[in-house]
Structures are given as structure tokens and as C-alpha cells.
T-cell receptor, first 111, second 114 residues
Framework: GQQLNQSPQSMFIQEGEDVSMNCTSSSIFNTWLWYKQDPGEGPVLLIALYKAGELTSNGRLTAQFGITRKDSFLNISASIPSDVGIYFCAGHLVAGNMLTFGGGTRLMVKP | ETGVTQTPRHLVMGMTNKKSLKCEQHLGHNAMYWYKQSAKKPLELMFVYSLEERVENNSVPSRFSPECPNSSHLFLHLHTLQPEDSALYLC?????????????FGSGTRLTVV
């Protein structure tokens, strides 16, 4: 299937620091989604992006749909211990209906 | 009940056992999915059902057998599994025909094969 390259694979940060992660692809996507998976649970949708250039916030989270439609980033400001988990990007290709998932970014926060 | 419910949450089974995982969605969605999530591996799509018909089978071994009796229920029947099949199995649903493409996931079944 199509590849979504998500980076970094893992991050270990101090509480209060800002976090940034991104996804890139060689293909054009018409939707970008960001999910968070808490330990032992299923992924939960955080932010959905539908237009190139769109910048959307959800509390301390901000995500952007890249202008080229081939990338997206997620920023978390002032991290707290409950931000710990795995963050997945996902996207819909222009002509497809199936979501493609990135490999995930494992975030660990040191109090 | 709301959202996507998976049962059981945890399952330990021997390699000769037969068991089934159950998924139920209360969102009125018309597509359902099974994913496998192993440690340190990305989400692996296993099966997709759209309007109760299987539309994708991602080269999954025959020891995994899905069943979708209606748009709200999805099962994964397991038999003669291997230890490497131990993983978190996630069910998801979506509304294929509308503009909202997000998947809603269940909490998963943590399967251990001994």
C-alpha cells in the first residue's frame, strides 16, 4: 500500500516542553487525520484536516495540512504527563477511501 | 452503549483452541475493519467490510476468519493460532459514503497465544 513516513519514531521529553512530529508521503492526500493511542486502548481521533494549508487547533494541539498535500505536522505545546502515548497520522488518498496510517510516534514525558 | 465496543478486552488461548473476537458499533456506520497491532509495529489492516461485504483481505492467514452478519457487528474467528499472532486486535468503523472519513476505533482485544 501507500507509504506514510512518520517521524520521529519516538520522543522522550521533559514536562512543559513543546513537541513536533510530522508525516510525509510521495502521494497527494485529500484528508489528514491525527490520532492518539493511550496505553492499552484504541486510537482516538484528535484533529481532522480537509484543505491544503488548513491549520487547526484542539487545545494545546495544533495540526496543519501541508500546501503540497503531501505532508502534515502536529505540534503539542507545554506537554504534560498525560500526553504520553502513540500518535498516528493518517490520510485519504485523492482517489481512495481507505485510510493509510503512519508508523506512529511514541511520546514519553518526564515529569 | 456508544461508539465501538470490543469483547473480550483480554484473551489467552492455546494454539489448539478456537475462539472469537467480537466488535459492535453503535454509530450507524456502514464499514468495519480489523487491524492487528504488534509491539513496535505499525497498524496492519487485516480485513475490511463495506455494506456487509468483504472488500479487502490483506493476505491474512486462513487461521483468521472474519464474519460480518450485519452492519453493526463484526467477528474475528481464531483457530490454531501461533505465538507470533499475539497482539492487540483493533476493530474500527466508518461511514464510507459521507465526507467524514475518520475511523472510530474500539479499545481492542489483547490476545496472547501460549
Amino acid at each position: 500500500g501507500q507509504q506514510l513516513n512518520q517521524s520521529p519514531q519516538s520522543m522522550f521529553i521533559q514536562e512543559g516542553e513543546d513537541v513536533s512530529m510530522n508525516c510525509t508521503s510521495s502521494s497527494i492526500f485529500n484528508t489528514w487525520l491525527w490520532y492518539k493511542q493511550d496505553p492499552g486502548e484504541g486510537p482516538v481521533l484528535l484533529i481532522a484536516l480537509y484543505k491544503a494549508g488548513e491549520l487547526t487547533s484542539n487545545g494545546r494541539l495544533t495540526a496543519q495540512f501541508g500546501i503540497t498535500r503531501k505532508d502534515s505536522f502536529l505540534n503539542i505545546s507545554a506537554s504534560i504527563p498525560s500526553d504520553v502515548g502513540i500518535y498516528f497520522c493518517a490520510g485519504h488518498l485523492v482517489a481512495g477511501n481507505m485510510l493509510t496510517f503512519g508508523g506512529g510516534t511514541r511520546l514519553m514525558v518526564k515529569p | 452503549e456508544t461508539g465501538v465496543t470490543q469483547t473480550p478486552r483480554h484473551l489467552v488461548m492455546g494454539m489448539t483452541n478456537k475462539k472469537s473476537l467480537k466488535c459492535e458499533q453503535h454509530l450507524g456506520h456502514n464499514a468495519m475493519y480489523w487491524y492487528k497491532q504488534s509491539a513496535k509495529k505499525p497498524l496492519e489492516l487485516m480485513f475490511v467490510y463495506s455494506l456487509e461485504e468483504r472488500v479487502e483481505n490483506n493476505s491474512v492467514p486462513s487461521r483468521f476468519s472474519p464474519e460480518c452478519p450485519n452492519s453493526s457487528h463484526l467477528f474475528l474467528h481464531l483457530h490454531t493460532l501461533q505465538p507470533e499472532d499475539s497482539a492487540l486486535y483493533l476493530c474500527a468503523s466508518s461511514q464510507v459514503l459521507r465526507g467524514n472519513y475518520g475511523y472510530t476505533f474500539g479499545s481492542g482485544t489483547r490476545l496472547t497465544v501460549v
